[in-house]
């Protein structure tokens, strides 16, 4: 069956392929598109390369014939996802979700069909849950199945603090499954756990059981960690495309290939070529050009790639100044260089920007800043502030 191959390829977790087979006969013979379901952290406003992986899976399904349906965590975003965590996750307050979740339409949509998509918000049915409805979805699922999973099991050996509200988010989360009735639930492959949660409410609600494909996890900038929101180490699919190509340029060369096959479009047979040449020991940099164009013109186009490229060159082989870079009018007084900074919006916070001081990644017309009680002043020209390797700024008089 070739739909089935090409819907598997790339997944980590297929449980089970036989039952996805039979759900995807099935639709063919009613008409009935199933029903995909993903669910979206709203711990953060933007959508990363890393969530992509998934989203880009769920386009696949969508380009088959089927409903994409996107789970908004508003609910389940107050409780925190606990999976992977070593500590109790901060809970969001309606404010910070609302806020998250402003922009996350517009940037899905950049993957996937608006005409194929059900964007749902979990507090549309666990909101109006009584205390008997959450002791009744409570009661179908057992501690010890809670407490098994490693993550739980890991901060009981070792004396960390487990809260009885974080016990609740697999089962509000699985709840979900159950009120969209999905076919097929996608995930990271950290979600796998979750997911069959989802799978066993629905067999004990009386529904067919959802199938789980959970797919790899893209790791981040820092080359450890998987790329998140909340480890601050993303690449946004929304950020311009210099600074995208910026970043994935920085990525360690062990991930190239994980990026490769993750993010772009090239096929198994192209892969193999790249990986030939990673092994022929070829210039990790040229490679890497190459997959930051791929993925700029994912998001953006070819034309956009190219401009990104040659910026990159210019600024970081031939140590030029951008074409373009924001300006900041300086007032006759002054102000202090962390204010500045902040101001600009070169980083998001006055904290960060100490940070980038004391790690000696801020300079001023090409000298090195380090004194974060510096008062920068006007002068007779046009002064040019840097922050980090891709942040530019250009300082006038107010």
């Known amino acids: 069956m070739p739909e089935l191959e090409s819907l598997k390829h790339r997944v980590v977790h297929l449980e089970t392929e036989e039952e996805l087979k039979v759900k995807l006969e099935k639709s063919h013979k009613t008409g009935r598109p199933l029903r995909i379901k993903l669910g979206i952290d709203a711990s953060g406003p933007d959508i ?21 349906v996107l789970i908004i965590g508003d609910f389940t975003g107050k409780i925190g996802d606990p999976s992977g965590r070593s500590k109790t996750r901060p809970q969001l307050t309606d404010a910070e979700i609302k806020a998250n979740v402003k922009r996350y339409r517009e940037q899905a949509f950049q993957i996937l069909d608006p005409e194929k998509c ?29 407490i ?78 998987k790329m998140s929101k909340s480890f601050g180490n993303y690449i946004s699919i929304s950020e311009p495309p210099k600074e ?8 360690p060369d062990r991930l190239i290939m994980d990026f490769f096959r993750l993010c772009t ?18 210039n990790p940099r040229n490679i890497k050009a190459e997959l930051a164009s791929d993925i700029v013109t994912i ?51 006055k904290s960060e920007a100490r940070r980038k001081l004391r790690e000696g990644a801020v300079y001023l ?9 510096l008062v920068v002043m006007p002068g007779s020209d046009s002064r040019i502030l840097k922050v980090g390797k891709r942040r530019f700024l250009r300082l006038r008089n107010g």
């Open 118 to 146: 059900e964007f749902r918000y979990n507090s549309e049915w666990s909101n109006p849950l009584t205390g008997p409805d959450i002791i009744n979805i409570a009661s179908r699922y057992t501690v010890a199945r809670i």
């Open 244 to 251: 995208m190509f910026g970043k994935l340029m920085s990525i």
């Open 365 to 373: 017309d090409g000298e090195r800043i380090k004194d974060i009680q």
């Open 265 to 282: 479009n090239r096929t198994d047979e192209e892969l193999r070529t790249i990986e030939q040449r990673i092994n022929a020991r070829e």
């Open 48 to 68: 990363h390369l890393g969530f992509a992986v998934p989203l880009r899976k769920l386009r696949q399904f969508q380009d088959a014939g089927h409903i994409a």
């Open 148 to 225: 098994e999973r490693e993550d739980f099991k890991t901060r009981l050996e070792c004396g960390i603090p487990l809260h009885m509200h974080e016990l609740l988010y697999p089962l509000f989360q699985g709840y979900d499954s159950v009120a969209v009735k999905s076919d097929v639930e996608l995930g990271g492959q950290d979600q796998y756990w979750n997911l069959l949660v989802g799978r066993e409410l629905q067999r004990e609600f009386g529904q067919e059981p959802q199938v789980i494909m959970t797919m790899p996890i893209l790791v981040g900038l820092d080359g450890t960690k």
């Open 299 to 349: 998001y953006y186009s070819a034309e956009a790639a190219k401009h990104a490229a040659q910026e990159f060159d210019r600024i970081f082989r031939h140590k030029g100044l951008p074409d373009q870079m924001p300006e900041f009018s300086l007032p006759s007084e002054g102000v202090n260089i962390i204010e500045l900074i902040a101001q600009a919006g070169l980083l998001p916070s």
